[in-house]
Structure formats: C-alpha cells, structure tokens
C-alpha cells in the first residue's frame, strides 16, 4: 500500500541505508516473493491448518504474558484466542484493584506511577519455565519488578543505581533462575554529575538475585547495552550494543559500521566478586570491563546497530538482528569458550551472516531448526533455515546470494518490532504460534482517531508457510511476550491468598484509637462489612485495613469512600490497607465497588466524622 511505500523511505533515508541491500547483491528468491501473503488471512492456503477458533466455555492452549509498554503494566492474553483475560499492574496505577492506592502497592512504587515495560521473561528450571515468577523492566524509572505467578500479582519492586533506560532483560535458564540481568541503554557517568564528558559514559550490565530481589553487581561497558539473552547452560548473558561509538548523538550512534554482542563470562564474574575485583558505588558492587581490559567480556563485533539478541532452542546459537544491516549475525556459542581463552578471535564465532530483509530487529523459533526474524522496514516476517544459513556461508557469496536459507515471508501490518513463538525461549520450543508485535495499526481497525492502537497479528506456525490468521488491536504500547503452554501456568495459579501471609489479615472488625490515630479493622463477607458505622474526629489519621473474608472463587470486593478519593479491591482472602486524614466533616458512605452479592448495593457503612 502506497502510505506503507512511504514510511519505508522514511525510515530508509533516517537510516542513511537507501540502497544497502541492493548494493550487496541480496535479491529475495522469486518463488517467495510471489507467496508472500497481501496481510489477509486466507485458510488452508499453506500446510499450517490448525484452527486458532476457540469456542465459547473453552480455553486456551497457552498464557501469554505481555509487557505493556509506556501503561507501566503487563497483561495476561490467553493464546490462541488473543482474548486478554488479566491487566497486572505493576509500575502504574490502576483504580480498578486499588493498585498505587493502598499502603501496600504505595510501599512498593514508593509515588512513582509511571513506567515502561519491555521484557517480560519467566523464571526457569532446567531450560524450561518453571512457573514461579515473572520479571519485567522499568526502563523510565529504572526497576526491576517480579511478579509471582500463584497470584499474578507484583510482589517485589527493585530499584536499580548507576544505570540508565534498563531495556534488555532475561533470566538465567539453567540449572534455574538464580540470576537476573538488566540492560542499561542510556549510559551515563558513574557515578552520576552533570560534569562528566561524554566519554566517561558507561553501559551497565545488572545481575540480580532471583529470590532476593538484591542486586549481585553491575559490569561498567563503554558501549552501551541494548537486548539481552542468557545461553542455556548458566555461562553467559547476552548484550547487543548499538552505540559503541559512545556517541551522544544519532549521528555519532551511527558512524561506525560495526558495532557488539557483548558476551559476559559468569565464571569470570563470580571470580571478580570473590577476588573483590569491584569499585562499590552507590552501594553496589561495579566491576570495571571498560576497554576491554577485564577478560570477563567477550566483544563479538557485528554489523552497525544491532537490535535484538536470541538464542536457539537448542542452545547452540545466539542470534542478532542487524537493525542497519539487512542480515543476522549467527553465532555459534560452543565457540565462546576458545574465545575468552584466546584460543580463536571473537570474529570466529560469527558462523553466518544471513540477508533477512531491510530492518531485522528479533528473532523467534519453532524448535525444527527454523528461526523467524521480524523486520522492521520492509513489514514482514521471514522464516529461515538456521542450518542452511551456516551452511551458504561455508559454500561462500555465490551460493548465500540464492539465499537458500529462506523459507518464507509474510507481510505484517505493519512495522513490526518483536516476534514471539509459543515456547519459544525454553528448550521446548513448540512451533505452533507466532505473534508479531507490530507498531502501526494503521488501517487495520475502524479508524479511532489520531492515536490509534498497536495491531498484534497471529500467525500459523505449524505448517511450512507463515499463515496469518488473526488480528487484536492492543492498547499503547506492548514490545515484547512470552507464551507459555497452559499446563506449566494453570497448576500453580491459585484461587484465593493465604490469608495470613499479610500479618494485618482481619478476622474480627473493630476500631482501636490511640490519640488521633485510629485503626479500622473490617471484615468484607458478602454482602456486609464488619462494621455498619465508625465514627471520626476532623483531623484523625484513619488507616482502614479491609480483609476479603470470602474465600468463594472470583468473588471480590471493593472498599470505596465517598469524596475521600480511596478505591481498592480486595480478592478472596486477601488484606489491602489505606491510611487518609479524615478532614472533611460531615457523613460520608463506604461501599463495595465490585458487584458481589444480589444486596451488593446495600453492602454500605458511614464514616461519620465530627
Ligand atoms: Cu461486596
């Protein structure tokens, strides 16, 4: 479509890369070219015929965890169906659960409410997920959150020093998740001030404690550190770098053509911290990698500006997306070893250098040897052969200009940032279903005004081609998911809390005064709570702790206080609190917000405040 024509030059001339692909010899095989699909589903035009239909009372294969951009939070979809069943709040406020309003979410965001969500990844054992946690990034405010997966709910905020924009996050896969690492892609001084020059600005690389929710330490880099992976044995984490030059500018950003994969050595970083090898700053441990002098890094140089780093199912290959080159970088990660022993030169582990399309920035799999990358400038999905990509580049430029490796390309509408295969970063990659994350909806949806949703695609992985087969318009702005299968998720996920996990569970209602501090106790059992009345004094400091005592699946109950601006659920068993000054005389009603009961309307009580 000719609008589509016109962002594709747009971002060509941005990039200063208008003929690059062209250039190089790379012309996409014609056969493929001819089956690329116009952006509308057609069923049973490939092999890939399983339906993604699911009917009425039945559910879904998968959960899919999804961060939710610049809303701060991340959402629960049910795939395939792409029905969102869950919002989990975490760096954002949310009215509707009293998320930011009670004393304890407050605890935890500590008055920040906005964030950035990227990357959401679970916690592993034994390169699978194991269905305890979920960790996502805050690139605005720089935290880390962790969501437990028994309730979906946050349980733990960290912030994180001495860094900036932490984007890339991935947990360790094996033998479990001990470790976490964060990317920084702002880089700054470190410490901080105004009047340090540009090239004392460092990448920093954050390993936190998986259960702690501590930082470990942080690796000081000069370039900065975009997307990060973690191999499959606990050896390596992965950063890409897009800014070695150290630039502060777009154009400094782009000036060289080469740019990194940096590779972190864990063994050699463990040492570090035992051989106190670090600087503490702002009370954290920094070990100094900069100018390569540490040994712990490795520094894989890629084609300029990469974006995305991914690992095969199999463990055997990192893979980054070019971004300003139209090609991967395969690097075979069996060959790290050789090359932090100074046995091969970091450039051997480069095994191939795959033409994908014009803008690669991230590559998913379907655990048959197929990777799929999404490309961003030319609005497509591209399947391709990891084997036959390794094995052209052994044959030389004649045999990877026919481009064997490619299997198919599927347009995307449009502008597609991440892709995501069901399963498809743990050791049981399934290749059932992609999602393709793209950036505009454009004309996709019934026209909502200027700003319009983001357009997830399904796509059929099952079969040779790429077949799409759904839409779902997202609001604003998710990157990236995962999609678990249901039987790893649904056996841990719980109905009710424990009630007396939170030491102010109220079994008994009741008000307690000591001075002008008062204390509500109240029971919620539908359809009253425990008290009808409490009486105030203007200028008391009240702090109401509401305990749901229901312990009835999906039967909530809300806590809301007229003018006093206080709204929050409480879910089976559990216990949220609230602290107000009790400054506006007069009578003022207290209900239930969340429909409960068939007198839900008559669950009400007075604050009567003198
Ligand atoms: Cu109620």
Known sequence: MSENKTDRRNFLKILGIGGAAVAAGYVMPK??????????????????????????????????????????????????????????????????????????SKALLKGRFCGDTHHVHGSYTDRTYDGKYLFVNDKLNNRVA?????????????????????????????????????????????????????????????????????????????????LAATDYNGKYSFATSYNTEKGVT???????????????????IKKALNDKHY??????????????????????????NPHGVNVSPDGKYAICSGKVSPTCTVVEIARLDDAFNGKIKPKDC????????LGPLHTTFDGRGNAITSVFID??????????????????EEAKKKNPHIVDVLDVNYQVGHIEATMAETKEADGRWLVSLNKFSKDRFLNVGPLKNECEQLVDLSGEKLRLVHDSAT????????????????????????????????????????????????????????????????????????????????????FALSNYNINFVVAPFQTKSVTFKADKPGVYWAYCTNFCHALHLEMRMRFIIT
Not at 54 to 83: A, C, H, K, N
Not at 482 to 496: A, F, G, L, T, Y
């Open 31 to 104: 056969d493929i070219l001819t089956s690329k699909s116009k952006g509308i589903a057609e069923a049973g035009t490939s092999e890939g015929k399983q339906s993604h239909e699911v009917l009425p009372g039945q559910l879904d294969d998968y959960y899919g965890f999804w961060s939710g951009g610049q809303s701060g939070e991340v959402r629960v979809l049910g795939i395939p169906s792409m029905r969102q069943i869950k919002s989990i709040p975490v760096f954002n406020m949310d009215v509707a659960s009293g998320w930011g309003i009670t004393n304890e």
């Open 146 to 226: 962790r969501i437990r997966i028994d309730y979906l709910e946050t349980d733990k905020i960290l912030d994180v020093p001495n860094i900036q924009g932490i984007h890339g996050l991935f947990t360790q896969r094996f033998p479990k998740t001990e470790w976490v690492v964060c990317n920084g892609e702002f880089q700054v001084p470190v410490p901080n001030r105004a009047a340090a020059d540009q090239k004392d600005y460092y990448g920093i690389h954050t390993i936190i404690d998986a259960e702690k929710m501590e930082i470990v330490c942080q690796v000081m880099m000069d370039g900065n550190l975009d």
């Open 250 to 268: 777009i154009s400094e950003m782009l000036a060289a053509d080469y740019d990194a994969l940096y590779v972190f050595n864990w063994d050699r």
């Open 279 to 304: 600087k503490v700053i702002e009370g954290i441990k920094v070990i100094d990698a900069t100018k390569g002098k540490s040994g712990i890094v490795l520094e894989i140089p890629v084609a300029k």
């Open 350 to 357: 480069v095994v191939a250098n795959p033409f994908i399309g």
């Open 379 to 396: 609005s497509t999905n591209v399947k391709w052969n990891i084997a036959k990509a390794i094995e052209a580049e052994k044959l030389g």
């Open 475 to 558: 609001y604003i702005e998710p990157h990236d998911c995962i999609m678990v299968k249901k039987s790893i998720i649904e056996p841990k996920v719980k109905d009710r809390f424990n009630m007396f996990e939170n030491p102010l569970a109220v079994t008994e209602s009741g008000v307690v005064r000591k001075g002008k501090k008062v204390t509500v106790k109240l029971t919620a059992n539908a359809p009253v709570f425990g008290l009808q009345k409490v009486d105030l004094k203007k200028g008391d400091e009240v702090t109401v702790i509401v305990t749901n005592n229901d312990e009835i699946a999906d039967l909530a109950h809300g």
